[in-house]
């Protein structure tokens, strides 16, 4: 019998002693019964050979083919398996990572120590040792959670300003210099506390000693071209854009900035609004004084958001000069904000974000001012102990303390004279100062000092007063008094006063801006490890974007239209300027 050709296989008579149908080759019974019950085999007395078609094309009988169709089935389940679960994993980790944090509660508190670099936590270290007697291995409540470090460069240069360097943050790109939560096409992106507000309906709070509309808290609740611009950010910080109020706490100074220039001894606006009471119809609680900041119950706060606290006009004061009845610390506005917000999310699962920043530390480094500079540290370090006490309580939290860039290149060293130098700085030459060189600068230059006095009199008031008194320095030549009692720039007096007490100290300063080197990055609780390392100062806000699972892109769709360039003429500090005098680190472009 011939292979017929309109069949799988076909059949040819072959001897056999069991009347069974036989394949040519070895098969399980099975594969033969299978073959018995086509019709082409309803033989009973003849027995056949059956000869797979496939067999003559491809050498594979028709048994062996079905047993490589089970196998390859099997594989092909077992790669079907692996690829959902490879697909599987990068959608824990690209997608499902953020989903999940998105349904936990999570709270990160960023914490910005404003020009704060290595050389300075190093010299404020030295400084409570020695003054406090305390062991030599004592660590700084920022020593004890070292992780690492962070790159400060921004888009346009090797330095970075505030304003770069808070946007880095906020926004996790690189920006030039002045941007205001913008990119380096002047482009509006988002911010992590708008997303987190947002898409997480979480709490969001900014703390600082600076004026709240300055270049670090405007990055975050902002979006304009030029840090000078602080008219138009705190326009943005009270809701006047198409997000809304996006910001439930602000405690910090910069009050001039909200208030309308027909207030001519409060207000640094360039125009008639008056965005306090623009704030008051948004349902922002406004509070101004000491009295009223801790008048502010947290229980009934929480439940009252948004607030909007500005306790001095312009920045608010050093800790050397501050006075504990107008003004609160660093340390009570970081836990007041802590208490509040965490009232505002006890019984919810979105938590909070918090911004906290050291404002002035930068400030009085820019003055290269020793004594007012390791006070803020300090300061600052009583802020980083509230928080660490917060989250040691609420192990759901996440701290990242970073700067966003050295100031003053500083050094704990300085060469006096051509002779080699001995090895030494002396912290005792801080110590005994009472006021920051702002404070004394102003004294000196203000109208009524020069209108009173002559120059007998002046000299007088620095050698019995300013020096000894206020600074501490009980050596002073006839020649120091003499130059800082003639000076009438502040710029130049301010630089006497810095020389004065840098130089009895032996602390060094190379430049009264900004620095290139690498700051700290400390990081206290849950997975502050994964912050080990020398970072890109974006990555500080790639880790916020991962912890709370955001999408800083939406919210950049949804801003990309707004308003980015003041309407009126940026007023570059010309009501402050009567405070302090031309005083350098309150200009805005200058740090």
């Known amino acids: 019998m011939a292979p017929a050709d309109d069949v799988p296989y076909a059949a040819v008579p072959r001897a056999s002693t069991d009347g069974r149908v036989h394949f040519s080759d070895e098969l399980h019974e099975s594969d033969a019964a299978d073959v018995e019950d086509n019709v082409l085999f309803d033989q009973p007395t003849d027995v056949l050979e059956v000869v797979d078609n496939d067999t003559l094309y491809y050498g594979v009988s028709l048994g062996t083919r079905r047993r490589m169709r089970k196998g390859r089935g099997f594989w092909i389940t077992v790669v079907a398996l692996v ?240 006075n504990d009845h107008e003004q609160p610390s660093l340390a009570e506005m970081s836990q007041k904000a802590l208490d509040i917000l965490d009232k505002a999310t006890k019984h919810t699962n979105s938590g909070f974000f918090l911004m906290i920043e050291g404002s002035r530390i930068d400030m009085a480094a820019h003055t290269n001012d020793p004594a007012t500079h390791v006070r803020e540290i300090i300061a600052y370090w009583d802020a980083i102990s509230v928080v660490r006490k917060y989250i040691d309580s609420h192990p759901d939290t996440v701290m990242i303390s970073v700067s966003d860039h050295e100031t003053g290149g500083f050094s704990v060293a300085k060469q006096l004279g051509p002779e080699y130098p001995e090895y030494k700085w002396n912290p005792q030459a801080l110590k005994s100062a009472k006021h920051s060189i702002e404070y004394i600068s102003s004294q000196l230059l203000s109208p009524s000092a020069h209108a009173s006095e002559d120059s007998a009199e002046r000299y007088k008031l620095v050698r019995d007063t300013v020096f000894p008194k206020w600074m501490g320095i009980t050596d ?110 309150h200009y805005p472009h200058t740090h």
């Open 83 to 322: 690829i959902v679960s490879v697909v599987g994993v990068f959608w824990l980790y690209f997608d499902g990572i953020s989903w999940m944090q998105r349904s936990k509660k999570r709270n990160v508190i960023l914490m910005i120590s404003d020009g704060f670099g290595p050389a300075s936590e190093t010299m404020a270290r030295n400084y409570v040792q020695q003054i406090r007697g305390l062991p030599v291995d004592y660590q700084s409540p920022l020593d004890e959670i070292l992780v690492g470090s962070s790159r400060t460069r921004s888009s346009n240069s090797l330095v970075t300003d505030s304003a770069a360097g808070a946007t880095a943050f906020s926004c996790g790109i690189k920006s030039y210099n002045g941007a205001i939560g913008l990119s380096s096409n002047h482009s509006p992106c988002g911010t992590v506390l708008e997303a987190a507000k947002l898409q997480r309906n979480m709490k969001t709070g900014l703390v600082a000693t600076s004026r709240i509309t300055h270049a670090t808290p405007g990055s975050f609740s902002a979006h304009v071209t030029h840090r000078d611009m602080e008219d138009l950010i705190a326009e943005y910080q009270i809701g006047n854009y198409s997000l809304g109020p996006v910001v439930d706490l602000m405690f910090g100074g910069g009050r001039c900035h909200f208030e309308p220039n027909t207030h001519a001894n409060s207000s640094c606006r360039a125009d008639a609004r008056n965005l306090i009471g623009e704030a008051q119809e948004r349902g922002f609680r406004i509070l101004g004084t000491r009295k009223e900041f801790d008048a502010l119950d947290a229980d009934s706060a929480g439940k009252q958001l948004p607030i909007l606290g500005t306790f001095a006009a312009s920045h608010m004061d050093y800790e050397i000069d501050r």
């Open 476 to 585: 002073a030549t006839h020649e120091e008094i003499l130059q800082v009692a003639q000076e009438t720039n502040s710029v130049s007096l301010r630089q006497l006063l810095s020389t004065a007490i840098s130089d009895r100290a032996e602390l060094g300063w190379a430049t009264h801006g900004h620095s290139a080197v690498d700051v700290n990055l400390y990081a206290y609780g849950q997975d502050a490890k994964l912050l080990r390392g020398n970072h890109e100062n974006t990555d500080i806000g790639d880790f916020i974007v991962q912890t709370l699972g955001l999408n800083l892109q939406s919210i950049t769709n949804l801003i990309k239209n707004e308003k980015v360039v003041q309407s009126t003429q940026t007023v570059k500090d010309t009501w402050l300027g009567r405070r302090d005098l031309d005083a350098p680190e």
